[in-house]
Structures are given as structure tokens and as C-alpha cells.
């Protein structure tokens, strides 16, 4: 299967503390993209990084890339409680005249107050 | 307001039925997606149309037809529901297949007894 793994699949935390989220993909990548999922939501799109860059910062979120390593991770810095969600890693992957998104099988964030 | 708008939100129907559900963007884009979200939280892409044009056709039975009457619009119909079906099922779309970006709907949730 192309899909990508994450860990860990939970993650519980206190307010405040930061949060590392960590994404490992098979093949060869145009981008990585995280993903927020509110329970019983759709995806939110949170931050791309491309194949050509190491480091991303958004906000409270930072971005690494390691395609040597083809593996990324999510730190979300001084956590609040309406963090808690699923965060879903997704490669981006050209072919042809197609761009497809594989998803990876998601962290489960919880924030606690 | 709504970005991409799902109807319905919930589907509950019998095993061997045939359900529709819709799709709708505001966004102006180009490029629209299906996707299905198991029980386990995996995100796997069915189809993707750009344009009304089929550009991703992933490995999923023929008794799944998606159907674009213009670029803001796809409709997914499904023939002789199984009780695997069961699962949420998500509208996305980004401006263009060079952009992957995409934005969410709010899903289906879709239960076959």
C-alpha cells in the first residue's frame, strides 16, 4: 500500500505543552501536506511543504521535511484545548496530468485543559 | 457561506438499494475528489474530475459512478449497496490539478444494514 504511517496514532497532552506529530511516506513526493479533522468533520488543510523544502512555519505550526528520510513531522507549539482533533499527513504525488493526495493513517490529538 | 456542501449528511438504507449522494463547491474550482474514510479513520481517494472531465479513477467497483453536470457540481451514485460501503464519504476540491491544496466537505456518513 502507498499510504503513509504516522505516529504515534494518540497522543494526549497537557495545555500548554507542545505537540509532535511524525509522518513516514513510501514513495517519491511533489509535497507533504498536514491535515486537521475536528471529530465528525471534514479535513481542514493546515500547512504544504514542497519536495524542495526542509522547513515550514505557520503560526503555532512548524514543518519539517526530510525527503532523504521520507518522513515529516508537525510540532504544534503551546497547545490549546480546541487542538484536540485528528491531524492526517498527505503526500502529494504527480502523475501525468493528475495530482493525487494519499493520506497517511492519522495522529488523534487530545489537548487537555 | 459554505466552501463545499455535502447532502445528505447522514444515509442510512438497506443492503442491495441504490443511493446519491451531492456535491457542491462555491469556490470556483476546477478540480473535484471523492473520498472514502473507513471506520479506522483511512482517508483513500476514489475518483477526481477536473473540468467534468474523469482524471483519477482509483481501483473502486463499478457500482460506484460519479457524475459532474459542470465544474461545480459531482455527484456520487451508488449501485446494490453493500454493507462494506458503509463508511464517510467526502467531497473535496482544489482550484486546479497543479494546486493541491484541497478543501473538505462535511462528509456523508453512509450505513448499510
Known amino acids: 500500500s502507498q499510504q503513509g504511517e504516522e505516529d504515534p496514532q494518540a497522543l494526549s497532552i497537557q495545555e500548554g505543552e507542545n505537540a509532535t506529530m511524525n509522518c513516514s511516506y513510501k514513495?517519491?513526493?511533489?509535497?507533504l501536506q498536514w491535515y486537521r479533522q475536528n471529530s465528525g468533520r471534514g479535513l481542514v488543510h493546515l500547512i504544504l511543504?514542497?519536495?524542495?523544502?526542509r522547513e515550514k512555519h505557520s503560526g503555532r505550526l512548524r514543518v519539517t521535511l526530510d525527503t532523504s528520510k521520507k518522513s515529516s513531522s508537525l510540532l504544534i507549539t503551546a497547545s490549546r484545548a480546541a487542538d484536540t482533533a485528528s491531524y492526517f499527513c498527505?503526500?502529494?504525488?504527480?502523475?501525468?496530468?493528475?495530482?493525487?493526495?494519499?493520506f497517511g493513517t492519522g495522529t488523534l490529538l487530545a489537548v487537555q485543559p | 457561506d459554505t466552501a463545499v456542501s455535502q447532502t445528505p449528511k447522514y444515509l442510512v438504507t438497506q443492503m442491495g438499494n441504490d443511493k446519491s449522494i451531492k456535491c457542491e463547491q462555491n469556490?470556483?474550482?476546477?478540480?473535484m475528489y471523492w473520498y472514502k474514510q473507513d471506520s479506522k479513520k483511512f482517508l483513500k481517494i476514489m475518483f477526481s474530475?477536473?473540468?467534468?472531465?474523469?482524471?483519477i479513477n482509483e481501483t473502486v467497483p463499478n457500482r460506484f459512478s460519479p457524475k459532474s453536470p459542470d465544474k461545480a457540481h459531482l455527484n456520487l451514485h451508488i449501485n446494490s449497496l453493500e454493507l462494506g460501503d458503509s463508511a464517510v464519504y467526502f467531497c473535496?476540491?482544489?482550484?486546479?490539478?497543479?494546486?493541491?491544496?484541497?478543501?473538505f466537505g462535511p462528509g456523508t456518513r453512509l450505513t448499510v444494514l
Open positions: 474530475y477536473n473540468n467534468k472531465e474523469l482524471i
Open positions: 514513495t517519491s513526493i511533489n509535497n
Open positions: 498527505a503526500t502529494g504525488h504527480l502523475g501525468g496530468a493528475t495530482n493525487k493526495l494519499i
Open positions: 473535496a476540491s482544489s482550484q486546479d490539478t497543479g494546486r493541491n491544496e484541497q478543501f
Open positions: 469556490l470556483g474550482h476546477d478540480t
Open positions: 511543504i514542497r519536495s524542495n523544502e
